[in-house]
C-alpha cells in the first residue's frame, strides 16, 4: 500500500538536473510532494490530482500519469537548498489517508 | 500567526511509562493526523481524524491511543504496549478538501531509556 519511491538517495553537484519517482499499485486521486530537512518538519512543494496535470514551483515541478499510478519530481539547476530528503504521499479517491513513500535523499554538493 | 504547535520537543521516558504528546492547531482544519517516522524511514499513519469524536486507526495503531474532544487539540498518547516507541512524532492537520496540503507541527522526539 505504501507507494515506492526511487531512488533511494542521489547525490548532485549544484547545476545539475534530479527525477524522483513515486509509484502506487492502487489508483490514486492525488499526489502531494514534501521536503523534509534534518530534524525538522516537512514542507510541502506541491500537489497534483487525478488528470495528468503537471505543476511548476520555480525550478522544481511534478507530473501525475494516472494511467501508470506514477508521479515524477524534476529538480532542474539544483541549489544546495535542495538538499534533504523528498517524501511523496499519496491519496485514493475520497480516503483522507495520506500515505507516505520511504523517501529520497537528495544532497547536493558545491 | 495560526499552526500547528507540538508538546514536548523531546521526551525521555523509562519503559513500562505511559507518555502524553500533545498536538494543538489554530488553522481552524477538521481533519488531524499522527505520524510516526523512525531514522532513514518515511512516515508511517498512526491515527487519524476527520472530525471532532472521530478518530480511524492508521497502518501502526497497535500501543497507541488517541482522543478528539475539541476541534484543535489531537493528543497521541504512547503505552507501555508499544514495543519501540522510540521516534519522531508528527502531527499534521489538513483544511477542508480531503485530499488537501498537510501542515506539519515541528515533531516531538521520544527516547525510552
Known amino acids: 500500500q505504501q507507494p515506492v519511491q526511487s531512488p533511494q538517495a542521489v547525490i548532485l553537484r549544484e547545476g545539475e538536473d534530479a527525477v524522483i519517482n513515486c509509484s502506487s499499485s492502487k489508483a490514486l486521486y492525488s499526489v502531494h510532494w514534501y521536503r523534509q530537512k534534518h530534524g525538522e518538519a516537512p514542507v510541502f512543494l506541491m500537489i497534483?490530482?487525478?488528470?495528468?496535470e503537471q505543476k511548476g514551483h520555480e525550478k522544481i515541478s511534478a507530473s501525475f500519469n494516472e494511467k501508470k499510478q506514477q508521479s515524477s519530481l524534476y529538480l532542474t539547476a539544483s541549489q544546495l537548498s535542495y538538499s534533504g530528503t523528498y517524501f511523496c504521499?499519496?491519496?485514493?479517491?475520497?480516503?483522507?489517508?495520506?500515505?507516505f513513500g520511504a523517501g529520497t535523499r537528495l544532497f547536493v554538493k558545491a | 500567526d495560526g499552526g500547528i504547535t507540538q508538546s514536548p520537543k523531546y521526551l525521555f521516558r523509562k519503559e513500562g511509562q505511559n507518555v502524553t504528546l500533545s498536538c494543538e492547531q489554530n488553522l481552524n482544519h477538521d481533519a488531524m493526523y499522527w505520524y510516526r517516522q523512525d531514522p532513514g524511514q518515511g512516515l508511517r499513519l498512526i491515527y487519524y481524524s476527520q472530525i471532532v469524536n472521530d478518530f480511524q486507526k492508521g497502518d501502526i495503531a497497535e500501543g497507541y491511543s488517541v482522543s478528539r474532544e475539541k476541534k484543535e487539540s489531537f493528543p497521541l498518547t504512547v503505552t507501555s504496549a508499544q514495543k519501540n516507541p522510540t521516534a519522531f512524532y508528527l502531527c499534521?492537520?489538513?483544511?477542508?478538501?480531503?485530499?488537501?496540503?498537510?501542515?506539519f507541527g515541528e515533531g516531538s522526539r521520544l527516547t525510552v531509556l
Open positions: 499534521a492537520s489538513r483544511g477542508t478538501s480531503w485530499w488537501g496540503e498537510l501542515f
Open positions: 497534483l490530482l487525478k488528470g495528468g
Open positions: 504521499g499519496t491519496e485514493n479517491v475520497g480516503g483522507f489517508k495520506t500515505i
